[in-house]
């Protein structure tokens, strides 16, 4: 063969050899590390995994927010108007989190239906909304119409 | 009037690209000289009236006129000035003409300082740079003009800043971040430039080596200005986090390393000719998706100004012409351009070789991850979020295979070299420096860490490759200091740039494996030690700054006894948006920083939930990114580029010169 064209060929083979390795790594990096976003009414409906990493998102239902006297321990309720989730979190809460605002919490569902979060996001400014809460609002208001009408 | 004075300058600066893209194209295609010529004027024309539209638009925020739109939802009358200036391009109709003016000044700066271009290549370089600015002056006045006046109903004040951006640093984070990623448009329409002309030489890869060093250093810093601003802004002490509007800058940078390093095989040796076009065009259209990721607000973060769906498809068309058109002429004049020169096994070439193909498989590895979300979303399957775990996974070990061939990169030879001269060179500091990665670990307090033995071991094998290449460069010469002065800047900024990679590796390391972190409830009085420094809590006070009023935390550090600082973190409430912000207080130091933020009140007796974090070598990371970004400016300090036209014209492929 041409040595130019062997050269050619074992680049190649290099390349895509390892090329199926790092996608190799990537879909089991990916495998264990993608999480879903549920919307309250389906964590109520128990259409959510528990014991497996998901997000929860929605309003924080006014007045839920209790902190605990002796630790950072928070628990509070997100609600996209149809059910509401409970959230147990320790730690310190984004500036932006508040009562009757956007939040997105992260992590594992119990028995028991909460949510033991270990991360919590909140908006980043006033106008802002998680565009996954935005939109699972949007569909437990076309659900009240369709109930209602 | 005068805001309008700006958009009618944005418009004919509008009309100037439009010729500059179109006549000067003709010239060379006809082979007009004088259409050709009138590149470098319409060049600098452009230039000259995207910069008035953009004082203008600065003095509309410097006066606080808020009949204008943007400056009516982006400042206040209470801002300070400084803040007045950065707010210009702290928004979304701001941002895009600071990418226009930068786009400009880039062309402008092709024009001014390629004397020594063939004039077709430089009317072709300057069209194409004028089409992608039609592109964007295009997208900025029809669908997000900063002019827009609120007349009638001009607000009384302005609805502030976003406390966010109100920092130092995020002053000169956009610009240097959008120099970076607008000068990739250099390197990109020098290769089309290319393509057109079917001149692929070592002189085109001459031409565009400077200005897309020049446009990745500028890139470093502006990623590491906005790491930096991340871990003393946002109030956590987190400095990455694998954000899709991260990763949407880091793309563009992965691929630029690719691209410097295959550059260097083309000039040099004539090789990878193909390649590195693709290359040019792979990066700079990953520039543009950053910027469609970011402006278009498919994602949602700090960054992502505004959701409105037209700019996303606006910016979409245009990627799409772009890549797709690139790409096609690519298709088309590449295999025409294929070189038949061979190089052996073990050799430079290979070296480079991996470093091209681990940086191109970690692009697009962080590409995937952060298209993934959407894509999912797209085809309705559902909201997923990638995180942090899996870029780790995959990004982590893709550069520690990289630095054992990067080791030996410095004094490996072109063509062809033996593995038994590397082993002779590196067989003695390899044993050092692993018998060294292997002990001092054992110093940390917590006994031996695995990932500190290894980050010292891959830092320390890319610090001795470095060493005994300086030391056999200067072997010959009379002293060391004059054998080190005669060594040219190109490899000084090579220098520079891979023992930046090494700090940086050290500095990721050291701060994430020996990092503490407590969030604790305190109330003023209370004492905690974190890493044997103690943190009392004095006490609490209020504080009012120009347009906030803050709850400022007093806390006093010692360690043995001794006093170290003072600390008094703040929490802000800005009074034109009423937005509350946390300010850290932070005590910098080369081995390490100490990090105070508070969260917020609990509970009674005035307790307060309150961060104390110990990073150790955290700094290191940044340092090593202002190596790495001062290695790139200092390659184009390089005499070889400043020759003139006929040294140029020499036929191209092989080169004395060294690396």
Redesign the interface.
């Known amino acids: 063969m041409h040595p130019v064209r062997r050269q050619r060929l074992l680049l190649v083979l290099f390349v895509v050899l390892f090329s199926s390795a790092a996608i190799g790594l990537m879909v089991y990096a990916l495998s264990g590390n993608i999480n879903l976003f549920y919307p309250p009414a389906e964590v109520a409906a128990g259409k959510a995994p528990v014991g497996q990493q998901i997000r929860v998102g929605g309003m924080v239902v006014e007045g839920s927010v209790q902190r605990s006297d002796n630790s950072l321990e928070v628990r509070f309720e997100v609600t996209d108007y149809q059910a509401s989730v409970p959230i147990v979190y320790t730690g310190i809460l984004p500036d932006l989190f508040d009562e009757g605002q956007g939040a997105v919490a992260a992590g594992v569902l119990n028995d028991s239906g909460v949510l033991q979060a270990s991360e919590v996001l909140a908006k980043h400014d006033e106008n802002y909304m998680p565009p996954e809460v935005a939109e699972a609002l949007e569909a437990s208001q076309r659900l009240q119409e369709q109930q209602d009408g | 009037m005068i805001p309008e004075f700006g958009h009618f300058a944005l418009i004919i600066a509008l009309c100037l690209g439009v010729l500059l893209s179109v006549i000067p194209m003709w010239g060379a295609w006809r082979n007009n000289e004088k259409a050709m010529a009138l590149a470098p004027g319409l060049a600098m024309g452009v230039l000259v009236f995207v910069a008035i539209s953009f004082a203008v638009l600065t003095v509309a925020f410097l006066q606080d006129d808020f009949s204008v739109k943007v400056v009516a939802s982006n400042s206040n009358s209470l801002l300070p000035s400084m803040y007045k200036f950065s707010a210009v391009w702290g928004n979304h109709e701001g941002s895009l003409l600071l990418w226009v003016l930068i786009l400009a000044g880039w062309t402008a700066a092709v024009a001014l300082f390629s004397s020594q271009l063939p004039l077709t290549m430089l009317a072709r370089v300057l069209s194409v740079m004028g089409f992608i600015g039609v592109g964007f002056m295009s997208f900025s006045l029809f669908t997000s003009n900063p002019f827009e006046r609120l007349l009638p109903g001009t607000p009384a004040d302005g609805n502030d800043l976003?406390p966010?951006l109100q920092d130092p640093g995020l002053i000169i984070h956009p610009p240097l971040l959008y120099m970076g990623y607008v000068g990739f448009s250099v390197a990109f329409a020098f290769a089309i430039a290319a393509l057109l002309g079917g001149r692929l030489d070592a002189g085109w890869a001459r031409w565009s080596r400077p200005w897309t060093n020049v446009a990745w250093a500028f890139l470093t810093f502006g990623i590491m200005l906005g790491s930096w601003w991340a871990y003393y802004e946002l109030?956590?002490g987190g400095w990455w986090f694998w954000d899709p509007v991260e990763n949407a800058s880091f793309m563009p940078w992965l691929a630029g390393v690719a691209l410097l390093h295959s550059l260097a095989v083309t000039e040099k040796r004539g090789l990878f000719k193909s390649w590195t076009v693709l290359l040019a065009i792979f990066t700079f259209s990953l520039s543009l998706l950053g910027t469609f990721l970011v402006r278009s607000g498919v994602l949602?973060?700090?960054h992502a100004f505004a959701a409105d769906p037209e700019r996303g498809l606006y910016i979409l068309v245009f990627l799409a012409i772009v890549v797709g058109g690139s790409l096609t002429l690519y298709a088309l004049r590449a295999p025409t351009v294929s070189s038949?020169v061979?190089?052996g096994w073990v050799s430079r070439e290979s070296l480079l070789?991996v470093n091209n193909?681990v940086f191109s498989?970690a692009t697009?590895?962080v590409l995937?991850?952060t298209l993934?979300p959407l894509f999912m979303d797209a085809l309705g399957q559902?909201?997923?979020?990638?995180?942090p775990?899996?870029f780790n996974?995959?990004f982590l070990?893709?550069m520690a295979l990289l630095v054992p061939f990067m080791g030996v990169g410095p004094l490996s030879r072109w063509k062809s070299d033996t593995g038994s001269r590397w082993l002779r060179d590196l067989a003695l500091p390899a044993v050092a420096v692993v018998v060294c990665s292997l002990t001092l670990p054992l110093l940390g307090a917590d006994g031996f860490n695995l990932w500190v033995a290894l980050a010292l071991l891959l830092a320390g094998w890319l610090a001795v490759g470095l060493l005994r290449d300086l030391r056999d460069k200067t072997r010959n010469a009379p002293s060391l200091a004059r054998g080190l002065a005669r060594l040219a800047p190109s490899y000084w900024g090579m220098v520079m740039a891979h023992l930046g990679f090494a700090m940086t590796i050290i500095g990721v390391v050291a701060t994430s494996q020996y990092s503490v972190e407590r969030?604790?409830?305190m109330v003023p009085g209370q004492v905690e030690t974190v890493a044997g420094y103690t943190f009392r809590f004095d006490d609490l006070a209020a504080v009012r700054g120009p347009n906030y009023v803050a709850d400022e935390a007093r806390l006093s550090v010692t360690q043995d006894g001794e006093h170290v600082v003072n600390l008094a973190p703040q929490k802000r409430r800005y009074l034109a948006?009423?937005?509350?912000?946390?300010e850290a207080a932070i005590d910098p130091g080369l081995w390490r920083d100490l990090y105070v933020?508070m969260?917020?009140p609990?509970?009674e007796q005035g307790a307060w939930?309150i961060?104390l974090h110990y990073k150790p070598m955290v700094r290191w990371m940044w340092l090593g990114a202002i190596f790495m970004g001062l290695g790139g400016l200092v390659t184009v300090a390089d005499k070889r580029y400043r020759r003139r036209r006929a040294a140029v014209a020499a036929p191209g492929g092989i080169d004395g010169s060294p690396a």
């Open positions: 976003n966010l109030g956590w949602t973060s700090v038949r061979t190089f070789l193909v498989v697009l590895t995937f991850g993934f559902g909201k997923y979020s990638v995180g775990p899996y996974a995959v070990p893709l969030d604790l409830k948006s009423g937005s509350i912000m946390t933020a969260g917020e609990v509970g939930a961060r």
